[in-house]
């Protein structure tokens, strides 16, 4: 019998706690075809990003289930261009104006979040050809970004800007610049750097991950000279 989505997720808005809105969630995307939930509204899709987000980091789901919500999450997230209200940074950061370093279709800056210095990646202003295509992609990479866990990945500090054009993603800024800056900089034990940096890419390619733009440039040096 086929399932009624429509009546599946208005149960889904209509949930009393988070947890009959999980159980409810987990028969949809049950479904290797999950279509339906895919091709929700705008005010519905942000609805289910919000609850998504906040269920994979706060529930103890099984591996399965855990993979389902997150496919869901990132392709949603991608479909529309909408973060989890759960992973934005509703205080004020300080950015400074001078672009320290591109990548991809990302600038990124130096700025100040909680005293701390942070780098704050955003879509480059001038690419307003396919801006919201670029916005999606962004989107989603902010997604799966923060799921990486590990001493040698960058780890995301969070987003602002989530549900307009201007998108922010935070990370720790990483002082000594690129290892490229870095090596010419200091002494250091080059062998080091690069056992480092192939644990971080070790570390991508066991979540089955590719990184796409592995090279000087792109890697970071940390102040103990891990990257």
């Known amino acids: 019998m086929a399932k009624d989505y ?20 987990t028969e949809i995307l049950s479904d290797e075809d999950r279509a339906p939930i895919l091709h929700l509204g705008s005010n519905d899709a942000k609805l289910c990003v919000d609850i998504l987000g906040r269920v994979i980091v706060k529930h103890n789901l099984k591996t399965a289930e855990k993979h389902a919500f997150f496919v869901t999450l990132r392709r949603l997230a991608r479909s529309h261009g909408r973060l989890p209200d759960s992973t934005i940074i509703k205080e004020k950061i300080k950015v400074e104006d001078e672009i320290s370093a591109s990548h991809g279709f990302t600038d990124i800056r130096l700025g100040r979040y909680r ?10 202003v001038a690419l307003q050809d396919g801006l919201l295509k670029r916005r999606k992609q962004f989107c989603k990479e902010v997604i799966l970004w923060g799921t990486l866990s590990h001493p040698n990945v960058l780890k995301l500090a969070g987003v602002q800007g989530g549900h307009g054009e201007d998108i922010l993603s935070l ?4 002082a000594h610049g690129n290892i490229m800056v870095y090596i ?8 080091e750097l ?28 940390w102040h103990n000279d891990v990257v």
């Open 6 to 25: 429509g009546r599946l997720w208005k149960d889904v808005t209509n949930a009393t706690s988070e947890c009959k809105a999980v159980h409810i969630l």
């Open 115 to 124: 005293g701390y210095l942070v780098a704050v990646r955003a879509l480059r």
């Open 171 to 174: 990370s720790e800024w990483m």
């Open 184 to 191: 010419k900089k200091n002494r250091t034990n080059r062998l």
């Open 194 to 221: 690069l056992h480092g940096a192939a644990q971080g890419l070790g570390y991508l390619h066991g979540a089955s991950l590719i990184h796409g733009d592995l090279k000087g440039r792109t890697i970071r040096a």
